[in-house]
Structure formats: structure tokens, C-alpha cells
């Protein structure tokens, strides 16, 4: 029908529509703010929808902003393919019940983010998939917790709070002899302080909410391995549907493109500050795998390049000691996420482990006095200043 024939309600709806800008490049990556895209004719629809044929059908599928940052997710790990989801929740849960079903079994660390604790013990419990918590340091105990129904094998490379260092070779080895792979959440030790596909785990997973975004103004998850273990995830992904939206795959590929730079400034200032807290007589203790007086430190420096801006300390005087410092700081904003620009401070024992006993939480160190710093680019000079002056006043 000619334009000129259409009432001007109709023309204000097909003006542009379906306009190819195949012509225009950019510097960066477009956003393909888009649910669908056109396709020319049935057949070839059908060939795309069925992946016989490249292209794009529906976003909760594929959308070339997310394949963009999938790419990138790949480049980063040294991976074969990479997967972006809406959480690190997401990417997680997904990952998990791509490789489990009901009767089968996981050898998890017991240090790991509670959301994914939880997931463990009160969903997969409802899945009839079981879940064996192991300190990941006491290597007969995570061999012990093995049985014939496990398929997979779980941890973290640093742990949240106490910055426990797994043994990413030696998990690896015994998953692959019992024929299971194993995934890893490096949400704490992102590309490049640790690329844990390069030390034989089968999946790299990240909340990209945190480092990989780089600036608390958003919600995501990637997981990236070989091209066969990416193709047992992306089914779930398609029909379960947590995807990644693509504005938000656009901003985490701005994130990424400093990840590099706001890491190496982010390890140095931490290590500065870890090695003031270390001397700091109002402060027990500092967990820190770049100290060298750290227990992790050998493990962590054979097989992390930098120790990564994470690091806790524990203030003498418990909980009111914590809360006076807390207080008089100045520059780190209290919030529970971590990996932001900014200088972020929080205490474990009252937001991320309140739900623990006191007997629980010491068992794992996770004390009244302790403090977790997620270390951001302000000057490493100022931030000691104002850690300083907060203690001196406790
Ligand atoms: C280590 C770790 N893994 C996973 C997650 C979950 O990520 P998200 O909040 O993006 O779902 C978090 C969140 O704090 C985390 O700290």
C-alpha cells in the first residue's frame, strides 16, 4: 500500500520500522534494544530458530549485543564459548542444573557466597540433588565426601569473607578422576588475577555484578568453558529464561574494557592497606593472601596474578569497635556488594552471615570485630588516612 494511502496513525507505526543499518559502524558495540527481529520468510525463520541457519530470532535466544559480550567473556577466560545471564544467581543455578538431576550428588566448599549456599541446601534439596559441604582446604575431607552418585565438584578460588584459597589443580584433578567436572565461582578473583580454565576447572563463573561490571549500576552473570559444557547450559538458559537484557550486556562490555586497569590499582591499594592494617595495634587480625604472612600466600601466588582488592580485617573490641570504625569512616560506603570504583565497606556478621548462629559464624572466622574492604580507585594514600584515623578512635 502506498505511504501516502495510510492514515496517519499507521504511518506514525511503519515509519522505521525494520530500517538496516548494516552500513553504520561504530567504534563500540550497539545495543540491540530488542525482544525480536525480523526474518524474511517462514522457512528461513524456522532454519534460524532451529540453528541450522546464523542469525537471530528472540532475545531470550540470542541477541548479537549479548553474543558481543559473550565474545568478550570468551577472550577473557581463554575460553571456548561464554554464556551471559541476568545474575550471578542466575548464571550459577543454571550452570548447576545443566549437569545435575534427581539422585545425583555435589562435593561443595562450604566457603562459598550464601545465596549460592542457600540454592544449594534449600532448592536443590527440593530437586532431590544432594549437597556435601567441605572445608576446601582439608584435601582428605573433600576426597571422603565423594561418592558414586557425585557429578559435580564446586568451590571458590577466594572466599567470601576470610579469603580462603582453594586449590584449584588439585579439585580439578580429583573432580576429572571421578569423571565429574568442576565449576568455579571467581566472582572475587575475575580475569586477569585468575583464569581458572587455564588451571583445569570446566567453568569459569562470575557475578558480573561486581568486578566485571566495576560499578554497582548493575545486575549479571557469565559463565564460560568449552563449547560442549556452554551447550549443555544454553538449553536451560533458553527455557528457563534468566537472561541478560541487552542494555545491561552493553554496560557491562563498557565495564570490562577498564577491568584491566581498575584491577592492578585495586590489588596494589589493597595490599598497601592489608599491610597497614597487618600493623595497626587495634586490629587482630588481616586476611589477606598477599601478606606474606598470610597462610594462603604461597597457594594464592602460584596461581592468582595479584591478590585481588578484596581483603577483611578484624578489629579489636568485636562488635561495637567494628560499628565505631564503620562509623568514622569517611570514604567507604556501607554496602554488602563488592568490586565497585568506589571504596565499599561491610560487616559479614550482620548482613551477609546474620542468619548464622555466633557458634557458626566463629567456626568460620566470621567474628564480631571482622570487617570486609571491597578496596575502590580512590588514592590508596587517602583511604589508609581514613582507615587510620576510624581505628584511632576506637
Ligand atoms: C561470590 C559471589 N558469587 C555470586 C554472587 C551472586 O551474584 P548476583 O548478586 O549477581 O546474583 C555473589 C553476590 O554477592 C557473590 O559475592
Redesign the pocket.
Known sequence: MAENKLNIQTQIIKTGEGRDFSDVRIPGVPIYQTSNFLYDDIDGGTEILLSRQPGHIYSRYTNPTVDALNEIISGLEGAEAALSFG??????SSAVLAVCEPGDHIVSSAY?????FTFFQKQLSRLKIAVTFVDPRDHEAVKAAVRPETRLFYT?PL??PTLITSDIRFWAKLAHDHGCPLFL?G??TPPPVCRPLQLDADLS??????YLGGHSDL???VVAGSTAMIDKIRPVMKTYGPVIAPFVAWLLIRGIRTLGVRLERQNESALQLARFLERHPNVNRVFYAGLESDPHHQLAAKQFDGFSGMLSFEVKGGWEAAKKVMENLQLALFT???GDVSTLICHPAST?HVYLTPEERAAIDVTDGLLRLSVGLEHVDDLQTDLQQALNKI
Not at 563463573?205 to 561486581?210: E, F, G, L, M, Y
Open positions: 545474575s550471578g544467581m542466575a548464571a550459577i562459598i557466597y550464601g545465596g549460592a571458590e572466599s567470601n565461582d566472582t572475587f563463573i562470575h557475578s558480573a555484578t561486581k545486575l549479571g552473570g554488602v556488594s563488592l551477609s
